[in-house]
T-cell receptor, first 115, second 114 residues
Framework: EDQVTQSPEALRLQEGESSSLNCSYT??????LFWYRQDPGKGPEFLFT???AGEEKEKERLKATLTKKESFLHITAPKPEDSATYLC????????????????FGQGTILTVHP | NAGVTQTPKFRVLKTGQSMTLLCAQD?????MYWYRQDPGMGLRLIHY???????AKGEVPDGYNVSRLKKQNFLLGLESAAPSQTSVYFC?????????????FGQGTRLTVV
C-alpha cells in the first residue's frame, strides 16, 4: 500500500533559523512528487514537482530535493511570511493516466516562523 | 494570470436548498477536479474530469453532481444541501493527470449549510 509520511507534524522556528521538512514515501512506481504550501483559508499553492532521485529545485528561500525514499524541503533563513502548512503529495504508478491516477497525500507540516 | 478562479467565495445555504459552484481556468488544462477539505481530513476528491464533456466520480461523490460543458469550466452542483456538506471546496486543474504533472488550485469556496 502506498504511504506518505511527513515530519515533523509541526515546526516552530525563529526568523533566520534554517531547517528542513521531510516527506518519506513508499509508492509502487513514482510518477511525481509535489510540494504545496497552504495558508489558512486559502487554496494549496504549488511549489515544486520532482520526478526522479537526485533532482533538486529552488525557489527563493526554499529548496526541494528527492531521493528514492524521501524528499526534503529545505528552508533557508525563513521569514514570518513562510509560516504555512506544507503538503507533500505523491503520484504512484498509473497516476494521471487516462483516468484519475493514484495520489497519496501526506498529512502536512505546520510551519510557524516567529519574528 | 488568473489561473483557477472559483465563485462564489462564501455561501450560506439552508438544508434542502440547491446551488452551483463555478470553477474557471485559463491555462487550457484538460483535467479539472473538485475537492472538499474538512478539519483533520485533508483533501478528498469529489468528482473530476479528464476533458471537455467528461466527468467521473472521486472518493466522496454522493450528494454532488458536476458538468464540464466547456473545457475551461467545471461546475459542482448540490441538489439538496445537507449540513454534512458544510466544508471548504477547492477546484483544481492540471495539464495532464495530477500525479504526472502538478495541479493548480483555486482560492476555495467556504460553504455553510444550516
Amino acid at each position: 500500500e502506498d504511504q506518505v509520511t511527513q515530519s515533523p507534524e509541526a515546526l516552530r522556528l525563529q526568523e533566520g533559523e534554517s531547517s528542513s521538512l521531510n516527506c518519506s514515501y513508499t509508492v509502487s512506481g513514482l510518477r511525481g512528487l509535489f510540494w504545496y504550501r497552504q495558508d489558512p483559508g486559502k487554496g494549496p499553492e504549488f511549489l515544486f514537482t520532482l520526478y526522479s532521485a537526485g533532482e533538486e529545485k529552488e525557489k527563493e528561500r526554499l529548496k526541494a530535493t528527492l531521493t528514492k525514499k524521501e524528499s526534503f524541503l529545505h528552508i533557508t533563513a525563513p521569514k514570518p511570511e513562510d509560516s504555512a502548512t506544507y503538503l507533500c503529495v505523491v503520484g504512484g504508478t498509473n497516476a494521471g493516466g487516462t483516468s484519475y491516477g493514484k495520489l497519496t497525500f501526506g498529512q502536512g507540516t505546520i510551519l510557524t516562523v516567529h519574528p | 494570470n488568473a489561473g483557477v478562479t472559483q465563485t462564489p467565495k462564501f455561501r450560506v445555504l439552508k438544508t434542502g436548498q440547491s446551488m452551483t459552484l463555478l470553477c474557471a481556468q485559463d491555462m487550457n488544462h484538460e483535467y479539472m477536479y473538485w475537492y472538499r477539505q474538512d478539519p483533520g481530513m485533508g483533501l478528498r476528491l469529489i468528482h473530476y474530469s479528464v476533458g471537455e464533456g467528461t466527468t467521473a466520480k472521486g472518493e466522496v461523490p454522493d450528494g454532488y453532481n458536476v458538468s464540464r460543458l466547456k473545457k475551461q469550466n467545471f461546475l459542482l452542483g448540490l441538489e439538496s444541501a445537507a449540513p454534512s456538506q458544510t466544508s471548504v471546496y477547492f477546484c483544481a486543474s492540471s495539464y495532464r493527470g495530477w500525479g504526472r504533472t502538478e495541479a493548480f488550485f483555486g482560492q476555495g469556496t467556504r460553504l455553510t449549510v444550516v
